[in-house]
């Protein structure tokens, strides 16, 4: 079983950043591949970002929605059981509750129902 705790939403203009959180509870933190979703009104929640088991930098496999590649970074701590994901140059489009998820190792890491345990979620809004 893993909890899972979102942080670090807010609202930021447009060109502006923000770093979320993810806290995990449990022992084994690191035997989950970890991802960020988003829920934007009225639309279904999509994938963001991924990334492996490995807590290594040279270990760490990730991957991005087309959306957000080259604006946001996701990492993880296995140390700490923490997950990031560092939001650079945000539009208003990126608009959304963020999720937080686990998943034991299915390859189809881009799909939500693949993940086996969420967070609450953290809303972030930029402004135009």
């Known amino acids: 079983q893993v909890q899972l705790v979102e942080s670090g939403g807010g609202l930021v203009q447009a060109g502006g950043s923000l770093r979320l959180s993810c806290a995990a509870s449990?022992?084994?933190?690191?035997?989950?591949?970890m991802g960020w979703f988003r829920q934007a009104p009225g639309k279904e929640r999509e994938f963001v970002a991924v990334?492996?088991?490995?807590?290594?930098?040279?270990?760490?496999?990730?991957y991005y929605a087309d959306s957000v590649k080259g604006r946001f970074t996701i990492s993880r701590d296995n140390a700490k059981n923490m997950v990031y994901l560092q939001m650079n140059s945000l539009k208003p489009e990126d608009t959304a509750v963020y999720y937080c998820a686990a998943n034991r190792g299915s390859v189809y890491y881009w799909i939500d129902r693949e993940y086996d345990y969420w967070g609450q979620g953290t809303q972030v809004t930029v402004s135009s």
């Open positions: 990334v492996n088991r490995s807590g290594s930098r040279s270990g760490s496999v990730t």
């Open positions: 449990g022992q084994t933190f690191s035997s989950y591949v």
